[in-house]
């Protein structure tokens, strides 16, 4: 995800596209740039980092300087690390074209071969890079017909931003990623997001997919799919920034919550063709390998990505048919285990930047293990030190509390472990075709489970005045029993415990009194009955049981029952979550807590 902005109009394009793209860091932030007519030519001005840093360097090298047309654009890496060179805007060879661009373009690869076959070189490695330099291939001197055609050359997504030299013209289109249009007295504005523009009109057009405007001579055409002229309502909305900025969610925990079904898809859809063949990019010499020599695979994470590690467990031991070792970054670094070359260490970070995983890592590293590292941001220190990276395109996560990371991250081990489980084979075929044939339903259940959220919002207003509470679970239920708990207390402060339901009788079920509330997560068939006995024994100690289960059974022991989509147990994990995420969202709102940035708590835990 990144976002982008243009401006044409009467006033400084420059401070127009920067104050857009300081609103639009949400949607990226590893680097930022800005492209605008200087006396015809198109310069460009970017940079690695923060919006900041574009800032100083404008500040220095621009300073004062006018332009009535630009372009600009915040980062979130897909196509090469975070540097300046990948930053956008891109130029192409000959410096007439400036793009910049939120989406991928799928058919880059062969597009870029192309080029550089009639003597095109490059100089990033973005898919971006190829936009510009195919449109310098196709200029027939209309700068209109160029993008058309430029458009039916590239696939993908994609939202364009586009400048010409000597050519006072802005074009913008869209196809999958988002692009509204601005309109004011003093100008056109184009972004991905209406919170960019709203402090200069709220005057809006909403391209709809396939669209192309091109704004020339203080006017604007608007061009369909299908490039015909076309009409598009102008729209004027009343929202406020604050607002805007989450797209219309309260919060940005709720709004990425409400994102998994496509991040889930953005992960999956990505590496599988139609016949269901896994291709895991950033795998393939892994893959290739040998990868019988591994006698040994540690899975090492902190907080919610250990918990994603857990639930893989069961899978990537299938995969290997040998026991995998879960461990906890800050335990593990300092442990002794048995790290060697026939080790493969599997690293789950979001961030790719947590203190204690990145030591965890290095220290594998040192003792020959191979790194396999799931993460979410693209040249991370995590990212860049692994042997191989598997990406989650999750999108940037601004909640603290993790919410579509750790869907992204389930989706991304069972992938790998489906993928390694064939190869080594032993996992069959019809159980792949049964698992991948599943996991693609996945996101319109999670769809459908957000379509009514009454349920969660009841129960957060029970658990509001309560000291304490406990999750319970069995076998996967456990692990997302641990999440659950992790996620609600995390946000709520409410105090609460995940516990193994069998182990009840051991200690915890001391903890049980009048009126104590107690989840229960039970989606497991073969471990259903004995469920059902442990919820029967807090019950009887006076526990109100709310039991989070995909079985309609009639004989339900419990008080609430929260009914959940099925799917094959196995991943059940990731559709359960989903109930307890919207449990902990609610209940720290109705607690009047920050949801967003709960106390003592960080993002990114760069500290040891
Ligand atoms: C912090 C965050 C959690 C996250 C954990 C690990 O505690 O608040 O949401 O699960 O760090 O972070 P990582 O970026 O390595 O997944």
Known sequence: MCGIVGYIGNDNAIDIVINGLENLEYRGYDSSGIAFLDEGNIDVVKCVGRINNLKEKLSKEYKNFFSNIGIGHTRWATHGVPSDVNSHPHLSMNGKFAVVHNGIIENYLKLKEELEKLGFTFKSETDTEVVSNLLEKLDDGDFLNTVFKMKKTVEGSFAFGILKKDTNELIATRKESPLVVGISDSGFYVASDIIAILKY??????????????????????????????????????WSVETATKDGFDHFMLKEIFEQPKAIKETLLRRLDEDNNLNLDGLEDLLDSDLKRFNKCYVVACGTA?????????????????????????????????????????????????????????????????????????????????????????????????????????????????KIGRILN???????????????????????????????????????????????????????????????????????????????????????????????????????????????????????????????????????????????????????????????????????????????????????
């Open 201 to 238: 009109t709220r005057d809006i057009i909403y391209l709809e997919n396939g669209d192309l405007i091109h704004f020339k001579d203080n006017s604007y055409t608007i061009y369909d799919k299908n490039d015909k002229i076309v009409n598009r309502e102008l729209k004027h909305i009343n």
């Open 426 to 608: 032993n996992i069959s075929k019809s159980e792949y075709d049964e698992i991948i044939e599943n996991l693609k339903l996945i996101p319109d259940k999670i769809q459908l489970m957000l379509k009514d959220t009454q349920i969660y919002k009841s129960i957060a207003k029970k658990l509001k005045d309560k000291s304490n509470c406990f999750y319970l679970g069995r076998g996967l239920d456990y692990y997302t029993a641990m999440e659950s708990a992790l996620k609600l207390k995390e946000i709520s402060y409410v105090y609460t415990e995940s516990f193994a339901a069998g182990e009840l009788k051991h200690g915890p079920i001391a903890l049980i009194e009048d009126g104590t509330i107690v989840f229960v997560i039970a989606t497991q068939r073969k471990l259903y009955e004995k469920v059902i006995s442990n919820i029967k024994e807090v019950k009887a100690r006076g526990a109100k049981v709310f039991e989070i289960t995909q079985f309609d059974d009639s004989n339900c022991v419990c008080d609430v029952k929260i009914l959940i989509p099925k799917t094959i147990e196995i991943l059940m994990p990731i559709i359960s979550v989903i109930a307890s995420q919207l449990i902990a969202y609610y209940a720290s709102l109705a607690k009047g807590n920050d949801v967003d940035k709960p106390r003592n708590l960080a993002k990114s835990v760069t500290v040891e």
């Open 306 to 418: 250990f918990h994603a590690g857990l639930v893989g467990k069961n899978i990537l031991e299938k995969a290997f048919n040998f026991p995998v070792i879960l461990d906890i970054a800050s335990e593990f670094r300092y442990a002794d285990n048995f790290l060697d070359e026939n080790t493969l260490l599997i690293i789950i970070s979001q961030s790719g930047e947590t203190a204690d995983t990145l030591a965890a890592l290095r220290e594998a590293k040192r003792k020959g293990a191979k790194v396999l590292s799931i993460t979410n941001v693209v040249g991370s220190s995590i990212a860049r030190e692994s042997d191989n990276v598997f990406y989650t395109f999750a999108g940037p996560e601004i909640a603290v509390a993790s919410t579509k990371a750790y869907t992204t991250q389930l989706v991304s081990i069972y992938m790998i472990a489906l």
